[in-house]
């Protein structure tokens, strides 16, 4: 049977994801603060934290944070309305200054997987990483892409699935992640 556990995270204080350096609590929850950490984009910032959070709620972060190395095949599963774009907007902006001078650090971060895969890499998430779209209901469709490859996919011992955007909500830009883990 698959279903999901109420571990869902939506902080409306996501400040942390605009921090170079992260706060005490940040950092104790990442356990090691990724090296790309000052370079990332505060969109995969606040992919990586929430996930970890959702983890922790779990009880997944015990003994250590790399779910592979504990025997867990764990996938994660984004929906999304724009994905990257609020990234690409910013490197379009660095490249029509001066295509010379186009940010490599914004670069990397363009596509809407990343901030997944920076996840992923951080907490030793193996399965599945990939992101969906959803102009209506981007959470919804991720939790039931997460249910569709447990039912799959019998390896799997759990998914997380999130909803993640960073874009612009009644003139005022917006950052969201919210998580669940799948079972």
Not at 68 to 73: R, S, V
Not at 82 to 89: A, E, N, R
Not at 117 to 138: K, R, T
Request: glycine letters at 8%; proline letters at 5%.
């Amino acid at each position: 049977m698959v279903y999901s556990m109420n571990t869902e995270q939506n902080h409306n204080n996501l400040s942390y994801a605009f921090l170079r350096t992260p706060d005490a609590e940040t950092a104790a929850l990442l356990g090691e603060i990724p090296g790309r950490w000052g370079r990332m984009p505060p969109l995969c910032r606040a992919v990586v934290v929430e996930a970890g959070r959702a983890l922790k709620d779990a009880g997944l972060l015990e003994n250590g944070r790399n779910m592979a190395a504990k025997g867990k095949n764990v996938g994660l599963i984004g929906g999304s309305r724009k994905g990257s774009l609020s990234t690409d907007l910013d490197f379009a902006a660095t490249l029509s200054q001066n295509p010379k001078f186009a940010s490599p650090a914004l670069f990397g971060y363009t596509l809407p997987n990343i901030p997944l895969a920076e996840a992923a890499g951080h907490y030793g998430l193996v399965g599945p990483v990939y992101a969906v779209f959803d102009s209506n209901n981007p959470f919804d469709a991720a939790r039931q892409e997460a249910k569709r490859l447990l039912q799959m996919q019998k390896d799997l011992s759990l998914m997380l699935a999130c909803e993640f955007d960073y874009l612009d909500h009644d003139g005022q830009m917006k950052l969201f992640a919210t998580f669940t883990t799948v079972y």
